[in-house]
């Protein structure tokens, strides 16, 4: 009788702790923090849980660069804005890849990042993981590569455990977040931000300043550093593109728009073998239109050193599609 008696306390024990895990899993919009709601579009869009399951003509990937640039609304009703702030390639190729599971494939797929995003992965573990942005499925074979060109920033040591804490909810991973929150504090505020970007398909801002003058961190640069990490962003877009050409998407490969007092900063040397990465990338698609120099706009256009703002994000969209 001891026994029972011990295995029932210990059920009585466990259930806060799976309480709190069945919150955590259930209940996202309650305590993450204000990049997820448009983390969650991307994947509910890509799995064809949003817009009817509309199948658009123009896909727009990218980094927030992308997605504060590009307003679907002004390119038309098949378009839909799936960038991601703080993105890279890797995140893109798979949210394309689910996005080809459960659409038709698009005519068009335009690519932007900001040039530091084609070799510097900075938001892999805080946000990538952290908001489980990659189907379970896929993580093997991510982290195979990972492994095999040396990536720190995604096979770090201690990534297994941080992998799993992510998938089960546990507290080690999401509790400070949740107390923060406490518990539905920022219910709220994610589910307006959810609206508001599923109403402008995907478009959204980061930055809060009326105009901005002074230099981006891309004038901090002086190369492209060719390590591990830059090796899996390239490994990814070339991913990325060959999926486009095997699916028979027409690929735009644009570049973002800097001010003009980050143009006249950049080191010559870096910004050249920026541009010499993205006429290598290019050659791997046949169906590719690309630009490997950045658009130079007056610093009127811009909320903060690296986004567009409102006034620039029309500016912009004309500019790339047309009026």
Not at 69 to 84: Q, R, T, Y
Not at 93 to 106: E, M, N, Q, R, V
Not at 137 to 155: C, I, M, P, Q, T
């Amino acid at each position: 009788m001891k026994l029972p008696k011990f295995i029932g306390k210990c059920i009585l024990a466990a259930i806060p702790a799976i309480a709190l895990i069945a919150f955590t899993l259930l209940c996202p919009l309650c305590y993450m923090d204000e990049e997820y709601p448009a983390w969650r579009h991307a994947k509910m869009t890509a799995a064809g849980k949003l817009y009817d399951g509309t199948d658009f003509d123009t896909v727009i990937l990218g980094d927030s660069g992308a997605m504060s640039s590009i307003k679907p609304e002004l390119v038309g009703d098949g378009c839909i804005n799936l960038a991601l702030g703080g993105a890279t390639s890797i995140e893109m190729y798979y949210l394309l890849s689910d996005y080809l599971k459960h659409h038709d494939s698009p005519d068009t797929v335009v690519i932007m990042f900001a040039p530091f995003h084609y070799w510097h992965i900075d938001n892999y573990e805080k946000r990538t993981v952290y908001f489980r942005a990659i189907a379970a499925g896929d993580l093997l074979g991510l982290y195979d590569n990972a492994k095999a060109v040396g990536a720190s920033s995604v096979s770090y040591d201690g990534f297994e455990t941080s992998e799993i804490s992510a998938r089960l909810g546990l507290p080690n991973k999401y509790l400070p977040a949740i107390e923060a929150a406490r518990f539905i504090g920022r219910y709220g505020d994610n589910v307006r931000s959810f609206e508001d970007i599923t109403n402008t398909r995907g478009y959204g801002s980061f930055g809060h300043e009326s105009e901005w003058y002074d230099p981006s961190y891309e004038t901090s640069y002086e190369d492209m550093v060719i390590d591990g990490d830059a090796k899996l962003v390239a490994m990814y877009l070339q991913k990325l593109l060959r999926l486009c050409e095997e699916n028979g998407i027409h690929v735009r490969l644009i570049q973002p728009a800097v001010n003009t007092q980050t143009f006249e900063g950049l080191n010559e040397h870096y910004y050249g073998a920026y541009r010499n990465f993205i006429k290598q990338a290019a050659s791997v698609c046949s169906d590719i239109e690309y630009e490997d120099s950045l658009r130079v706009y007056d610093g009127q256009f811009f909320a903060d050193p690296s986004h567009l703002n409102g006034k620039g994000a029309e500016k912009f969209t004309k500019e790339v599609f047309g009026p």
